[in-house]
């Protein structure tokens, strides 16, 4: 029922008619969501972030990529353009732009990592106590650095979470 009623409202139905006849309006009832389900894919409600120089965004659903230490989330930007065929005819072309959103477990701050200025700022400083990864990162390309995000996000994830278990059982 749930997914039933974002879905409507995603679709841009302005209020809806809830139990008891009540009216539900879509951006109260926006605010409150937090995460949802859709077709097997989970999204998650995040704040003040920038997916570019120009574009800021003050809260947007994304879908989660990887959650951990490092929560990364994957936003979806809407963009079209038109394309000139010939003088008479041009053809509109609608596309999603990507980019990646990190956020540190802990933390309020989101940060969009849309280019490798981005990702040296925010990302790296993220992971520096994890020396060999870091080392593994800048031996690499420079512009395999966004492609392979969702890679080493996990892999630090991976890597904190077996050092706590690892902890624990030295503990126990």
Same mark, same amino acid.
């Given at each position: 029922?749930?997914?039933?009623?974002?879905?409507?409202?995603?679709?841009?139905?302005?209020?809806?008619?809830?139990?008891?006849?009540?009216?539900?309006?879509?951006?109260?009832?926006?605010?409150?969501?937090?995460?949802?389900?859709?077709?097997?894919?989970?999204?998650?409600?995040?704040?003040?972030?920038?997916?570019?120089?120009?574009?800021?965004?003050?809260?947007?659903?994304?879908?989660?990529?990887?959650?951990?230490?490092?929560?990364?989330?994957?936003?979806?930007?809407?963009? +079209?353009?038109?394309?000139?065929?010939? +003088?008479?005819?041009?053809?509109?072309?609608?596309?999603?732009?990507?980019?990646?959103?990190?956020?540190?477990?802990?933390?309020?701050?989101?940060?969009?990592?849309?280019?490798?200025?981005?990702?040296?700022?925010?990302?790296?400083?993220?992971?520096?106590?994890?020396?060999?990864?870091?080392?593994?990162?800048?031996?690499?390309?420079?512009?395999?650095?966004?492609?392979?995000?969702?890679?080493?996000? +996990?892999?630090?994830? +991976?890597?904190?979470?077996?050092?706590?278990?690892?902890?624990?059982?030295?503990?126990?």
């Amino acid at each position: 029922m749930r997914v039933l009623i974002v879905g409507l409202l995603l679709v841009g139905f302005s209020h809806l008619r809830g139990i008891g006849q009540e009216r539900i309006h879509h951006r109260k009832f926006k605010k409150q969501m937090s995460t949802l389900y859709s077709s097997g894919v989970k999204h998650a409600r995040i704040y003040d972030f920038n997916v570019s120089k120009f574009k800021h965004y003050s809260s947007e659903m994304a879908i989660i990529v990887d959650t951990g230490a490092i929560n990364l989330y994957s936003h979806n930007r809407p963009q +079209s353009k038109i394309n000139m065929v010939n +003088s008479i005819s041009t053809i509109p072309i609608n596309y999603d732009i990507v980019v990646y959103v990190v956020q540190k477990k802990g933390t309020s701050d989101y940060y969009g990592i849309y280019n490798i200025k981005q990702f040296k700022k925010y990302f790296l400083p993220m992971i520096k106590d994890q020396e060999k990864l870091i080392e593994e990162i800048l031996s690499i390309r420079k512009i395999d650095w966004l492609k392979n995000l969702a890679f080493f996000v +996990s892999e630090y994830n +991976s890597k904190i979470r077996n050092s706590r278990i690892r902890n624990y059982l030295i503990r126990n």
